[in-house]
């Protein structure tokens, strides 16, 4: 085994290595050299298990063991654990090289953590095709389009994220986002969108399980055409355990308050649609073993609390997706479909009966490298409405091709 791992044949290295610890599992150093392995392929859960508390044959095997640990740690961005491991061996092994590689591996953890820069961000700016201006995606639930003739137009899309704290355990992050359309023939369909945000991230250990919990409160402001439409507020809680090297879950809640401005005759009337939504769902993530694809399903419930009588619902969604790094020119792809089932609570208040809903999006995009922190964008959205009120039902597509801008990324 330990003549594999030398070689970097890391497969062959790890069978052989669980045979001798299958054998003999208080054999000495044989978890280090298991785990080393596991780290080589970015299995950093399977080398902690391996490498806690495993027998070594010396106290400078069991600081080598240690640092692996730490890295291990490292790999799943908990970074006090890692220090913690990084420092105890620098302060025991103190005079001797391991010292001096700790002290190296708590410079680069620190470098990676804090030598970052503050702010970071995108812009895209796209040519665009929309066959339908007149649906609106924040008001989907209220209606159909207005039947707005096929247009094309231009697209601007943007966000900056600033750092505001980072440490070990935590991180708070502030940012502005705006998104912006401008159709061609049909200008009364023009979106303006601004957004603000603030993001508090907590990673720690919980049973053993590496547990991302995190809460996004979003507050953005919504134009169509050149008047004020909608005023909207979002809380997001999400924890997310990593079950396995490949495997996540996430459990996430939101709520959302929705303001419809400038309504006229809809506030306080049947059709009012101002609202608060209740949601609550899960994700499942598996990352294939070539670390380049990955895909996920979950399900989502939510309930519409409208002020009006004619959009209160119970929703259920289901979504499926995947995200692809292919080994052409490191094009990435993403594509996500949603299939959503809203059941109105009361009888339409003009048609006398309840209004059932059946909606199908799909997302899917590719990014194309050019150089440096450029690329070039391409984006297909569909979107399908059956309603059992036939002036809810609508069909929608968008094309959009355009270049972006990122900013900041991590070094």
Known sequence: GQAYSTAGNNGSAMFWLREARWLDPHLPDVGYFLGSSYLNCQYPLSALGVMRCAPTSSDEMRWTQDLGIGIAYSQLSLQSLASGHFMSVAEEAAGTPLAEQALSLQEQLDESLFDQPVLSGTIKIAERFDSNPGVIPAANVGGGGLAAQPSAGNQYVGQINAALVRDYDYDLTAGYSFFHTSNYLAHDFDIIDNGVYVSADRRLLWRDMPTYAGVRLDVDHLFLGSEDFLLRFLATPTVTFMTSDLDSTTVLMRYGLSN?????????????????????????????????????????????????SDFDYNGNKLLVGASWLTPWHDIRVDARGEMYFRSYDNPDSVLGFNRDDEEYTVDISVVYPLRDDWNLWFNWNFDRNDSNTPTNDYRRYTLDAGIEYRFGQPR
């Not at 059709?271 to 608060?276: A, C, E, H, I």
């Not at 499942?284 to 694809?293: H, I, T």
């Open 260 to 308: 419809f401005l400038s309504q006229g005759a809809g506030d306080g009337t049947p059709f009012d649609l101002d609202s608060d939504n209740l949601m609550a769902g899960f994700q499942r993530q598996r990352q294939m073993v070539c670390r380049k694809l990955s895909v996920y399903g979950g399900y989502q419930y939510d309930h519409n609390f409208a002020e009006g």
